[in-house]
């Protein structure tokens, strides 16, 4: 376990690094990401029919070079349970719109001393089933990436109180349910909006937080990049799917004077 908290270290060393959504859950499609070798991959189980059972066998797909995360359904110890428990390297929190909640969602995801995690490490994946089970007692809760999720406008008006709880690795924004939220809905670049966001990406800087982020259709991944953002996840299974599907029958519908 060695490489245990790589991409956390990378990031704090004042490396950027990128990223790609997996909400597919389809092995193949999940292998084929992780043969593009991205920094790391987003499970996302917030939404749809998949569960734990499907974000181990993606991370079977990646291989070796694609650091897991994944984005629990919830803020509820059961949930970061199991999702550290299958292997994951960072975990996701939506919707975190208190530092009370911040602080709920830390101790959630730490050994007793630090927090409240439940100790299965004998028999889980992430200690490789119980053979590393004292390295990964001993090195996770410094290596796991705890990233919290503003995406609302009351978590945007307390962005420093939420970014500044111990334990509180990154802070991740998410400007469609942000946007829904200030009464622009689907409008990810309005001008409420990116000054909403704005104003979160100057708490996170001030409290010394990774930051990171998605782009939009008026804001490139180089843009956030520039802004100071730690990861960006510019890339998903179905946008990559979809947008290559769509472009090349555009294109044979050229040829074919369609």
């Known amino acids: 376990m060695e490489e245990l908290g790589a991409l956390k270290r990378q990031m704090l060393a004042g490396r950027p690094v990128h990223g790609c959504w997996i ?134 008006d307390r962005a420093f109180d939420i970014a500044e709880v111990e334990g509180v690795d990154m802070i991740f924004i998410g400007p469609s349910d942000l946007s829904a939220t200030l009464g622009h809905l689907g409008e990810l670049d309005h001008p409420d909006v990116r000054k909403a966001i704005a104003g979160i990406e100057q708490a996170v800087k001030r409290a010394g937080k990774l930051l990171g982020g998605l782009p939009t259709p008026g804001r490139s991944a180089e843009e956030l990049y520039a802004a100071g953002y730690d990861l960006v996840l510019a890339d998903g299974d179905v946008r990559l799917l979809r947008n290559s599907a769509r472009a090349s029958v555009a294109q044979l519908n050229r040829l074919l004077k369609r």
């Open 23 to 156: 909400t597919l859950f389809s092995p193949m499609a999940s292998e084929i990401v992780g043969q593009a070798s991205y920094d790391c991959s987003r499970i996302y189980l917030l939404r749809g029919t998949c569960g734990y059972l499907d974000a181990i066998q993606t991370m079977q797909s990646f291989g070796p070079s694609t650091i897991p995360l994944i984005r629990v359904p919830g803020n509820s110890d059961q949930e970061i349970k199991r999702a550290l428990d299958t292997g994951a390297e960072g975990i996701m929190i939506p919707t975190v719109n208190t530092p009370e909640e911040a602080a709920a969602a830390v101790a959630a995801c730490h050994y007793p001393g630090g927090g409240r995690r439940g100790n299965a490490a004998s028999v889980i994946r992430a200690s490789r089933y119980g053979t590393e089970s004292k390295a990964y007692q001993e090195k996770i809760d410094a290596a796991l990436l705890v990233i919290c999720q503003i995406e609302t406008a009351e978590a945007a």
